[in-house]
């Protein structure tokens, strides 16, 4: 079955793989997938939803696209895969598929034999996806732990959805609430750059990720707070290493589309029967504003 084929197609299983280690990039073939990185250590951020529009941006593009669950034992991101196929055999519709796999944490006693497991794990699922794929969207736990290093360490992209609140800016830093300056990064920043440093010894290079945050959850007039956000992160974007994007505001529609694992950009399809209204179309506008902010909105090629 070719990748990427529409939901009521059948799916065979993906080949196993005996092939020696290949470090990132050094496939047998020019083709290599660029690697999308969702993550961030607290939950309800955002994250799956962003990671489910991700995916369908870069499919409507005609890109051939892989994803992984690293949350496989919350499962939102797999769930929401399969509530979409569900929902297209239910309708007899084409609805676009990533190539998926889920990935659960190992369950062996040793941590150190555990730690091992899952590092392979992430790293056969790269190397067997990789080559057949233009992109690679992994969703990681909401929480600190080593599959989710071991994710964040195959960026090209990393992608952290941010709610718009004081409450969730701990996650990047710790900050003087009287001029919004940085008094120390976060556990998560701080693992951020030690994954870069893994990433950079793995591929045997100086090359690096570009890290985005997304505001999410923003409301849709401007206040106070939103200005005092828009403060601190302007200051600690330079401090940390990463660049600020527009998100998603806070919407009905995008948890309303989780149970028939649509996206904004399926409303359109031909028998999804849902009417679109101008809410509708704002937040469609938000998925494109974020692709293209984060440098993912060109056609594949």
Do not use: C
């Amino acid at each position: 079955m070719p990748e990427n084929a529409p939901a009521n197609a059948s799916e065979q299983p993906h080949p196993s793989d005996t092939s020696d280690s290949l470090e990132s990039g050094d496939s047998a073939s020019d083709k290599y997938a660029h690697i999308v990185v969702v993550g961030n250590q607290k939950g309800g951020s955002g994250k799956s939803t962003t990671t489910m529009h991700v995916i369908a941006s870069l499919l409507s593009t005609g890109a051939s696209v892989a994803s992984i669950d690293l949350d496989a034992r919350q499962g939102t991101l797999t769930r929401y895969i399969e509530n979409r196929r569900k929902y297209a055999e239910r309708r007899g519709i084409n609805l676009l598929m990533p190539t998926h796999r889920p990935i659960e944490p190992s369950s062996v006693a040793s941590i150190d034999v555990a730690r091992a497991h899952d590092a392979h794990s992430v790293e056969k699922a790269v190397q067997d996806l990789a080559p057949r794929h233009d992109y690679i969207v992994i969703d990681t736990p909401g929480t600190d732990n080593f599959l989710s290093r071991v994710g964040h360490s195959y960026s090209d992209t990393l992608i952290t959805p941010l709610n718009d609140s004081f409450i969730d800016l701990d996650v990047l830093a710790m900050i003087d609430p009287e001029t919004y300056a940085m008094t120390r990064p976060s556990k998560y920043a701080e693992m951020v750059f030690q994954v870069k440093m893994q990433k950079a010894r793995r591929e045997k290079s100086n090359r690096t990720f570009d890290w985005v945050v997304m505001r999410n959850r923003t409301g849709q007039l401007e206040s106070r707070n939103q200005r005092s956000m828009e403060e601190a992160l302007t200051k600690l974007s330079s401090r940390i290493g990463f660049r600020q994007v527009p998100g998603f505001s806070e919407r009905v529609i995008f948890r309303e589309l989780f149970l028939d694992g649509l996206t904004l950009l399926d409303l359109k399809t031909p028998g999804t029967d849902i009417r679109m209204n101008m809410s509708h179309l704002s937040a469609r506008q938000e998925v494109r504003d974020l692709m293209a902010a984060i440098g993912l909105d060109r056609e594949a090629h």
